[in-house]
Every structure is written in structure tokens, then in C-alpha cells.
């Protein structure tokens, strides 16, 4: 069983940053991989950022150079610290686990509001 809390989402203007959080809670699995996905309205969620548990990462090239996802395995907790926002960041943004391997279920958290507007 694995669970994931979300924090850190909220309103913020053009330019500014935030940073999210979420902590994983998990019985009888070792966790592949966290990321953060996101899904804007009228569109299909995305892919944000991901780390594996060996520190590997991808991101998409919409936000390369802005935000940076980074994990620590000891409290199995994910970070996105996003700068420079800007108003197309605005999503809904959720936490993703997948555990085992790479072939491992995926378990998703509730997700956190990210408005960046004026």
C-alpha cells in the first residue's frame, strides 16, 4: 500500500516560485520512481518532472532550466522547486509513484492547485 500527500501548491505571480512537496507512505514496497505530473484545464495531464531511485531524472522541455525535482529515498519524499513561472504553469499538479521497477503500478496523490496569474 503506498500513499502520497501533496503540499506546497498555491497562487503566485508571473516570475515568482514554489515548492511542492509530497511523502510517500509505503508497506511491502521499495518506490522505482516519484514525479510530478500536471494537467491544465481543457487538457490532458502531462508529465512535469520524474527521478528514479538512483537519482535519474527527465523533465519536460517546457519547463527545462526552471524546475528542478529532487528526492530524498530515506523519507521517500519528492520535491519540485519550480522558478520563473509563468501563467501556463497553472495546473492542477499530482504526485506519482511507481513502485517495484520501472514495470511497477503507478499510485497517485490527490493533487495541488498551482495558479500563477497577476
Known amino acids: 500500500q503506498v500513499q502520497l500527500v501533496e503540499s506546497g501548491g498555491g497562487l503566485v505571480q508571473p516570475g515568482g516560485s514554489l515548492r511542492l512537496s509530497c511523502a510517500a507512505s509505503?508497506?511491502?514496497?521499495?518506490?522505482?520512481?516519484m514525479g510530478w505530473y500536471r494537467r491544465a484545464p481543457g487538457k490532458q495531464r502531462e508529465l512535469v518532472a520524474r527521478?528514479?531511485?538512483?537519482?535519474?531524472?527527465n523533465s519536460a522541455s517546457s519547463v527545462k532550466g526552471r524546475f528542478t525535482i529532487s528526492r530524498d529515498n530515506v523519507k521517500n519524499t519528492v520535491y519540485l522547486q519550480m522558478n520563473s513561472l509563468k501563467p501556463e504553469d497553472t495546473a492542477v499538479y499530482y504526485c506519482n509513484a511507481r513502485v517495484g521497477s520501472v514495470y511497477g503500478n503507478d499510485y497517485w496523490g490527490q493533487g495541488t492547485q498551482v495558479t500563477v496569474s497577476s
Open positions: 527521478i528514479t531511485k538512483d537519482g535519474t531524472t
Open positions: 509505503v508497506t511491502g514496497f521499495s518506490i522505482y520512481a
